[in-house]
């Protein structure tokens, strides 16, 4: 099964809210099935962001069985719930990449090429997780938890003051929960991957 197989099955099967086949409509008509998740850093190849939803989603699904998570962060969210927040958190990086070419030395020839390299082109210039709650919000209804989650993502990962990231953390334990799954997945699974 590909990923996008993959993706398209863990979709389907988990998100039944109204909109949510306009959602995946939209998903394959644009590219974020072949966008990198990054320009540098975790999957910042063709599929990336797709294979870095796919990884957040494993990650997530696994922090949520612990037994001590569930008990001490009283989280136990539904399965659509799950697959909405860790598929769909970075769907702000959709139509957000463009290739370009640059000039790099080729270290066996040591001749000078012209190379492709990805280039961010924000055509809807909306912050990160926010932009993610917005996209969605126009083809389905996330409940509070869910959009909290998806919004605060980054973690303290993200530019905003960390006082209210704190305080988010604290009040969305979802939130928390898919901020440590983002983490692991970027720097974990693709951290390695890429080394």
């Not at 939803?53 to 037994?67: A, G, K, T, W």
């Not at 082109?121 to 709650?133: A, M, Q």
């Not at 305080?167 to 969305?172: D, P």
Request: proline share 3%.
């Amino acid at each position: 099964m590909t990923a996008k197989e993959q993706f398209i099955q863990i979709y389907t099967e988990n998100i039944k809210r109204e909109g949510a086949d306009k959602l995946l409509e939209f998903l394959e008509k644009s590219d974020f099935f072949t966008a990198p998740a990054s320009t540098r850093f975790h999957g910042a190849y063709e599929g990336g962001l797709l294979q870095h939803s796919l990884n957040v989603y494993e990650c997530l699904v696994d922090f949520l069985s612990r037994p001590r998570v569930k008990e001490r962060y009283k989280l136990e969210p539904t399965a659509e719930t799950a697959a909405i927040i860790a598929l769909l958190h970075d769907v702000c990086k959709v139509n957000f990449y463009t290739v370009q070419m640059r000039n790099a030395k080729n270290e066996q020839t040591g001749q000078w090429e012209k190379v492709p390299f990805y280039a961010i082109d924000d055509r809807l210039p909306y912050g990160h997780g926010e932009k993610s709650v917005y996209m969605i919000s126009g083809f389905m209804r996330l409940s509070r938890e869910e959009a909290m989650a998806i919004r605060w993502h980054m973690g303290f990962s993200g530019i905003e003051d960390k006082n209210t990231i704190g305080k988010a953390l604290e009040m969305f334990p979802l939130a928390f929960a898919l901020s440590v799954a983002d983490m692991e997945a970027s720097y974990f699974l693709e951290g390695r991957e890429e080394k």
